[in-house]
């Protein structure tokens, strides 16, 4: 009977660190406060947040889709089109995100001024390959600039999500190289699907990748994550 309480405890903390983790994959490396991801009790924030995030993508897919599905434009078109709206609702998302929130969060900032001359250049050079390599660009980056900060003895991760993940000194450096390698390597996927695959199906791979990319990286390391989390210790364990 002594070893119930103390298994209901560790299955608490368990669920507890799950839902810390894949908080900080939809948080994508705290892009705003990491906390919104752990309090139900903003539900408004998180669809802020949401559709800050996720917003400029969804339309990119659709524009592109529904262009080629009615035949609105020649079909050679459709990803010219869909990279000016996408160019369009990423500004437009930047501007109601700080709205909302009252600040820019860089990586939405960084992301937006690197895809709106992108776009431009799309659509002015009449040439897909621009918008393409944007999401090369951004994604080394963030890994490079994650690397740097290391090899400066930086800890960014730990500086963006330390309030929402309590780890062990020990382990933000390897989260930070596992952050970092997993942006270089999808750059370099990246980079190999647009130039060896068709405009629908490398765009299907960037919808799907760029929203579960994150989450499956999170469950990956939730073994990593439960090893290095530093847990509460109850009040009453000494007595």
Known sequence: ??????????????????????????????EANPELA??????????????????????????????????????????????GVLGAASALALIGGLLAERRIAWIPLVSCLITIPMTILTVVFH??????????????????ILLGALAFKKQPLKLLLGEALKLKDTAWPKLTV???????????????????????????WKLVSMIAGPILLSICLLPFLMKNMITDQPADKAQ
Do not use: H
């Open 1 to 30: 009977m002594t070893d119930e309480p103390k298994l209901t405890d560790e299955i608490r903390e368990g669920d507890r660190i799950v839902d810390r983790a894949l908080g900080a994959a939809a948080e994508k490396l705290g």
């Open 38 to 83: 752990l309090e139900p009790g903003e539900p408004k924030q998180n669809y802020v947040k949401m559709a800050v995030d996720y917003g400029p993508l969804i339309a990119f897919g659709l524009t592109f889709f529904i262009c080629k599905i009615f035949k609105l434009v020649p079909a050679a078109d459709s990803l010219i089109w869909a990279s």
């Open 127 to 144: 040439d897909a390959t621009f918008v393409k390599i944007k999401m090369t660009i951004v994604d080394v980056l963030i890994g490079g």
């Open 178 to 204: 596992y952050y970092a390698l997993f942006y270089l390597a999808m750059a370099g996927v990246n980079e190999v699907i647009w130039r060896t695959q068709s405009d629908e199906f490398w765009l299907t």
